[in-house]
Each structure stands twice: as C-alpha cells, then as structure tokens.
C-alpha cells in the first residue's frame, strides 16, 4: 500500500475538497440559500466527508484513521441524500444534482477503499511502532 505523505495526497480528501466546492456554489444560489436548514446541513456533511480524513490522518495512527474514514464515508453518503432533497425542491438541476452526487459516491467508494487497506495493512502508523 502507498504510504501518505500528507492527507492533501489522498485522492479521497481531494474528491472531498471538490464536493465541498461544488456544494458551495449551490448553496449560493438565490433559492437555495434561504434554505437556512438545509444549507448549513449540507455544507457541514460535505465538509465534514472532507475533514475528517485530514484531522485523523494527522493523528499518525491507522487504526483511528479507519475509524474516522467511516465517519467521512457516513458524510458523504448524508451529503448524497440532502442533495436529493436539494433535487426534490428544485434549488438544483438534474445535471448539478447528478455532478455532485457522482463526486459524493466516489468519495464514498475511495474512502472505503482507503478504509479496507489501513484494516489489512501491517503498517499500523507511526503512533504504534
């Protein structure tokens, strides 16, 4: 398994960072950002898919990062479904809706991914050597 230098190299929080970006830009939109409720839930779970995988990685320790990749693929997933309620009351397009739900999805998939290979790994992180 590649070893991380910094959780900026992680393709996971660079896919997380981008959701954020996007769910930026929606909730900027004039509708959207009356949505007071819905806006600060959206921005808190797509920052939240983000945040957590740099907060843990600086922890130095694989098992706490796993730990917290579930909680940042849990936000991603959350992020997804306030997205289909952004749909549901047309403050986004289908294609906006359909952009960022495929970047939520693929965060989930690569921190799943990235939490399958840290339980396998030997490597156990500098915190444990």
């Known amino acids: 398994m590649a070893t991380f230098k910094r ?3 992680i393709i996971a929080w660079q896919k997380a960072r981008e959701l954020c970006k996007i769910i930026n830009g929606f909730t900027k939109k004039e509708l ?7 806006v ?21 320790g694989n098992i706490e990062f796993a730990q917290f990749l579930s909680i ?3 936000s991603a997933g959350e992020t997804r479904s ?18 960022a739900y495929n970047i939520a999805d693929e965060v989930g998939k ?5 939490m399958n290979r ?7 992180g500098k915190k444990y050597k």
């Open 118 to 124: 840290l339980k396998t790994s030997e490597l156990k």
């Open 7 to 9: 959780f900026e190299d």
């Open 40 to 60: 600060n839930q959206i921005k808190g779970s797509s920052g939240s898919a983000m945040d957590n995988i740099a907060e843990r990685f600086e922890r130095d």
């Open 72 to 74: 940042s693929k849990g």
């Open 110 to 114: 690569l921190t799943g991914s990235l």
């Open 82 to 99: 306030q997205l289909y309620r952004a749909l549901n009351n047309e403050l986004i397009s289908e294609n906006e809706f359909q952009k």
């Open 32 to 38: 959207f950002s009356r949505d007071f409720k819905l």
